[in-house]
């Protein structure tokens, strides 16, 4: 006998508003293909209005692209230490590696799940006294939720390191005001299939000072010096964003304040059908925080219960996922220094994202919030 397979509900997929191919027709009637050309002005554009806060924004290949020069940009190199957030995506820490420094983890606190000023301070005074000041930090905003920015970029500036605001999972979040992706000296987005808007693949750098986006542009350009032939001064990379994707983009920007409502609206749906159950719990914005609520978390009391809920949703065609693994966990990041507090760990083991797609209707929210409870009861 055949059993139907209810309709999938993936964890966070894309979706378009509607004007997309709008834009990607334009770049094909233009023929402006390759590489760059009109799009990609206007998405820049239409990033630098929402993030407000005088940011200036280089569209590039990816989230990971723009942290690598980031990196490279604020003097990164061979020896150096970078301190990174350990909960969060590898693609934090990755380019770090990629230019020969080595990252040192920090754990976070339990109010936003980011990066703890405590065990910060802490890190960067042992780092210190050790001979080596660390070169840059790479804070993020995980699952949409800001950051502690007050008291991060406090002790930043006090010892002179400066921040990468990884904001690659936080465009439409803001803290006291100011959008994410302008508060660090870097800021970066991502445009990944799964993150709240999408072009396929893309990401951003976000500066205040214009002078850094054009070295970005031009790091991400094959660092071609100023030459009628092709010379190069220093090394470059092939990281800018196409023409045809940044229409992609630009039609994402329309819709993007709608997306994150939608993505809010989910978050609420399953706080209120699920926090009558006294095993499950969610994180709140702390006072100044507003959060995309990019993917809607839920803390279980043990890893065996995540499991179960995990599998059930699994065997009922709905994608969910555990938190992210720490990087200091990670088989590949086992000998870098990390400073634990036990928090990430805790959260990777008993947490769940549950799906949180702008594009989940309430049935889809129903039928999920309906078996967790049951499997609960
Ligand atoms: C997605 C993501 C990135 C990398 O972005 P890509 O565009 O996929 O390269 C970096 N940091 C975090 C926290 C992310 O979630």
Redesign the pocket.
């Known amino acids: 006998m055949k059993t139907t397979l209810l309709k999938k509900i993936w964890l966070s997929p894309p979706h378009m508003g509607g004007n997309e191919e709008t834009y990607v027709k334009e770049a094909f009637d233009t023929n402006w293909i390759a590489p760059l050309g009109p799009n990609v002005q206007q998405f820049e554009n239409a990033i630098e209005d929402f993030v407000g806060n005088d940011i200036h924004a280089a569209c590039l290949s990816?989230?990971?692209?723009a942290?690598h020069l980031g990196l490279e940009i604020l003097g990164v190199g061979q020896g150096d230490e970078v301190i990174c957030q350990s909960f969060?995506?590898a693609?934090?820490a990755n380019p770090i590696t990629y230019l020969g420094a080595s990252p040192v983890f920090v754990d976070s606190e339990e109010e936003t799940w980011n990066i703890s000023p405590g065990l910060l301070e802490e890190a960067i005074k042992d780092r210190m006294s050790k001979g080596i000041k660390p070169k840059a930090i790479v804070a993020?905003h995980?699952y949409g939720m800001p950051y502690k920015a007050d008291e991060i970029h406090a002790i930043a500036r006090k010892y002179e390191i400066p921040v990468i605001e990884?904001s690659?999972?936080a465009l439409g979040s803001s803290y006291r005001g100011f959008n994410c992706g302008s508060l660090g000296n870097i800021g970066i987005l991502?445009?990944?299939g799964n993150?709240i808007i999408t072009t396929s693949?893309?990401?951003a750098l976000l500066c205040k000072d214009k002078k850094i986006k054009e070295k970005a542009i031009f790091l991400a350009t094959q660092a071609r010096d100023n030459e009628p032939h092709y010379q190069h001064s220093s090394i470059g990379y092939n990281y800018r964003m196409s023409n045809v994707l940044a229409g992609i983009g630009r039609g994402q920007m329309e819709v993007l304040e709608d997306r994150v409502e939608a993505r809010r609206h989910n978050f609420e749906f399953y706080k209120e059908h699920l926090s009558s159950i006294p095993e499950i719990s969610f994180l709140d914005e702390p006072e100044g925080s507003f959060s995309n609520r990019w993917l809607t978390c839920i803390l279980t009391p043990s890893f065996e219960v995540r499991e179960k809920i995990r599998t059930t949703l699994e065997h009922e065609n709905i994608e969910s996922r555990p938190l992210w693994k720490p990087m200091h966990l990670q088989p590949v990041f086992e000998k870098n220094v990390s400073f634990v507090n036990g928090v990430s760990k805790d959260l990777f083991e008993r947490g769940l994202c549950l799906p949180s797609g702008s594009s989940l209707e309430t049935d889809d929210l129903e039928r999920i919030s309906e078996i967790i409870k049951n499997l609960l009861k």
Do not use: R
């Open positions: 990816s989230g990971t692209g942290i969060t995506f693609a934090s993020v995980l990884d690659a999972e991502s445009f990944n993150k693949g893309g990401g």
